[in-house]
């Protein structure tokens, strides 16, 4: 199956600091990717749609101006966690659905996030 | 609220034997469904989707869906210990976006030697 790269794997860093994370698909095209948020022990919550070439959409109880998402090109998004918390700390997974083939959507590893 | 349902478990199953997950969701007009596998730290994988009522077996797995009960499962035979992990059902909602799935809260499953 396609492939979707995320990175870092892993972060941490000191509370009111930046973050930012990629995904990428790396060989195929997605106009559209998504990204999740998982805490220990819940399931995984869709905190925004990443539009390529326009705004991202983001759910409901998730602030636009805290999470950053940035959708440059067809395969490339970034997700970018400003003035980071303790209570941001999660697991970070993007997806993706090919753009030839949208049936079905391909997860990145994920990346840990730890504020401390 | 849309929302997917499943059994938190854990679900304890002996291995060889087959484990059973279920899970429902409110959104009628949902139109595919999928199950992934997640370990512990690690990022979900496809399993099986699947999108007209119906059985759909592949290996191991099988899918079964029920769109007037609003009602997807999954059985696997012969359980191993590698298949412990949490199961996630998943749905996606809406046709003109592919790939935006709303997640169950998984369900737990320990195969036992």
């Known amino acids: 199956g396609a492939v979707v790269s995320q990175h870092p794997s892993r972060v941490i860093c000191k509370s009111g600091t930046s973050v930012k994370i990629e995904c990428r698909s790396l060989d195929f095209q997605a106009t559209t990717m998504f990204w999740y948020r998982q805490f220990p022990k819940q399931s995984l919550m869709l905190m925004a749609t990443s539009n390529e070439g326009s705004k991202a959409t983001y759910e409901q109880g998730v602030e636009k101006d805290k999470f950053l998402i940035n959708h440059a090109s067809l395969t490339l998004s970034t997700l970018t966690v400003t003035s980071a918390h303790p209570e941001d700390s999660s697991f970070y997974i993007c997806?993706?659905?090919?753009?030839?083939?949208?049936?079905?959507?391909?997860f990145g590893q994920g990346t840990r996030l730890t504020v401390v | 609220q849309k929302e997917v349902e499943q059994n938190s478990g854990p679900l304890s199953v002996p291995e060889g034997a087959i484990a059973s997950l279920n899970c429902t969701y409110s959104?009628?007009?949902?139109?595919?469904f999928f199950w992934y596998r997640q370990y512990s730290g690690k990022s979900p994988e496809l399993i099986m989707f699947i999108y007209s009522n119906g059985d759909k077996e592949d290996g191991r797995f099988t899918a079964q869906l029920n769109k007037a009960s609003q009602y997807v499962s999954l059985l696997i035979r012969d359980s191993q210990p590698s298949d412990s992990a949490t199961y996630l059902c998943?749905?996606?909602?809406?046709?003109?976006?592919?790939?935006?799935?709303?997640f169950g809260a998984g369900t737990q499953v320990v195969v036992t030697p």
């Open positions: 998943a749905v996606n909602e809406e046709t003109d976006s592919w790939g935006k799935l709303q």
């Open positions: 997806s993706a659905p090919e753009l030839l083939n949208p049936t079905e959507a391909f």
């Open positions: 959104d009628r007009g949902s139109q595919s």
